[in-house]
């Protein structure tokens, strides 16, 4: 049984909206820190969200205000909201799971999911 597998990827056009979610089995949820991260073209990982046990929220780039990202902790899941998508949004989301402080750095998450395809058309 997969640990951390996502919901909510597809087809979605420019300007949209779109809701990726996790649900988190066999892990004491609420002690992870949880995290999205995008592989774009170039196969590399990057940060997109991130929010800890506390519930402190952490973004790539938070003035843009496209990425909300939440946790509950009672249905063991997380969430990433996006809008106003653009082609740079494209690619592979995974949500990770990790106990190591510091949210942002993808060295510190433990566990993986399988990753979910988010295509915008333009």
């Known amino acids: 049984q997969e640990l951390l597998p996502e919901s909510g990827g597809g087809l979605v056009q420019a300007g949209g909206s779109l809701t990726l979610s996790c649900a988190v089995s066999r892990l004491t949820f609420n002690h992870y820190n949880m995290g999205w991260f995008r592989r774009g073209a170039n196969w590399e990982r990057v940060f997109v969200a991130a929010i800890d046990w506390h519930g402190t929220e952490y973004y790539a780039d938070p003035l843009t205000g496209r990425f909300t990202i939440s946790r509950d902790d009672a249905k063991n899941t997380v969430t990433l909201q996006v809008t106003r998508l653009n082609s740079e949004d494209t690619g592979v989301y995974f949500c990770?799971?990790?106990?190591?402080?510091?949210?942002?750095?993808?060295?510190?998450?433990?566990?993986w999911g399988q990753g979910t395809q988010v295509t915008v058309s333009s």
């Open positions: 990770a799971a990790g106990r190591v402080a510091g949210a942002k750095i993808i060295e510190n998450y433990e566990y």
